[in-house]
């Protein structure tokens, strides 16, 4: 099924719809704290002389910020609007680079991968639980990863049922424009209501509050809400899952940030065993 069908039948969600919207309040504050991040999470300064590839790049934020970082990058996306959007950022900061690769293709075709060799960095942020097989693209991506290379996701944590009845309301918004109204109307107040409520107990400013959400990896709050409630197809994974299923792919764990058990993503970096 290509990936216009899947929309159509209301199996997937317009990431690269949601990432376009998102390039409109892109700036270099956002940019900056995404460079942060890459920084902190892999631990290093700068990624000169090593070549990245983002798996997945949605909004194409995180391979400039590997290119701005150094890298030379490769970005690829499923999604044909988060293509263009990773295009439009090469175009802005980076027109004509030759170190900068963009194109089309899927973490769960190997012809595609095995034709992409190796990098020092594997990023994919997000991503590989929205393929419809998680399984099947989290062992995929380890040919990318070089020997002493970096692999670093982050995949949705496991709520039990929890996480199932999140499902459902992901396939209800994909469902069509009644399903987008009713999730939208149910679930914006409620995330509002929460972030109001937490901004009270930790005695933050509500007004600035929103704005303060950019030093999140340089994100945007509503677009975040929006891909949360979209965000389908939707698998999880509990924390040592994902530990497991890499130590036997013969990958040690770096560096493990989690999401404290609840909602979101446990965030991790391996590095492949190997010279």
């Avoid at 704005?211 to 409630?229: C, F, I, N, P, T």
Wanted: charged content about 25%; aromatic content about 12%.
């Amino acid at each position: 099924m290509s990936h216009a069908e899947e929309l159509k039948k209301g199996e997937r969600f317009e990431f690269g719809a949601n990432w376009t919207r998102f390039l409109s309040v892109l700036d270099d504050e956002r940019i900056e704290e995404a460079k942060k991040s890459l920084q902190k999470m892999l631990g290093v300064e700068h990624l000169q002389g090593k070549s990245l590839i983002d798996v997945g790049s949605g909004s194409g934020l995180f391979s400039l910020a590997a290119r701005m970082l150094g890298a030379t990058v490769h970005s690829f996306d499923y999604d044909p609007k988060s293509v263009a959007c990773t295009r439009e950022l090469r175009k802005r900061y980076f027109t004509d680079d030759p170190q900068w690769a963009v194109e089309e293709g899927s973490a769960l075709d190997p012809t595609y991968l095995q034709g992409l060799g190796s990098f020092d960095i594997v990023y994919s942020w997000g991503v590989l639980h929205h393929t419809g097989q998680m399984n099947q693209a989290l062992d995929n991506v380890v040919p990318l990863a070089k020997p002493g290379g970096l692999l670093f996701i982050a995949i949705y944590n496991d709520q039990g049922g929890t996480s199932r009845r999140w499902t459902k309301v992901k396939k209800l918004y994909c469902s069509g424009l009644p399903g987008r109204v009713l999730t939208r109307l149910v679930f914006y107040p409620y995330f509002a209501a929460g972030r109001l409520l937490a901004d009270f107990i930790k005695g933050r400013n509500p007004l600035t509050s929103y704005a303060a959400y950019k030093s999140s990896r340089g994100m945007s709050v509503v677009h975040d809400w929006e891909d949360w409630l979209g965000g389908y197809p939707f698998e999880v994974a509990k924390p040592e899952d994902i530990f497991e299923r890499y130590q036997r792919h013969g990958f040690d764990l770096l560096r493990l940030k989690t999401c404290a058990g609840g909602l979101g993503c446990n965030e991790f970096v391996f590095r492949r065993l190997g010279e």
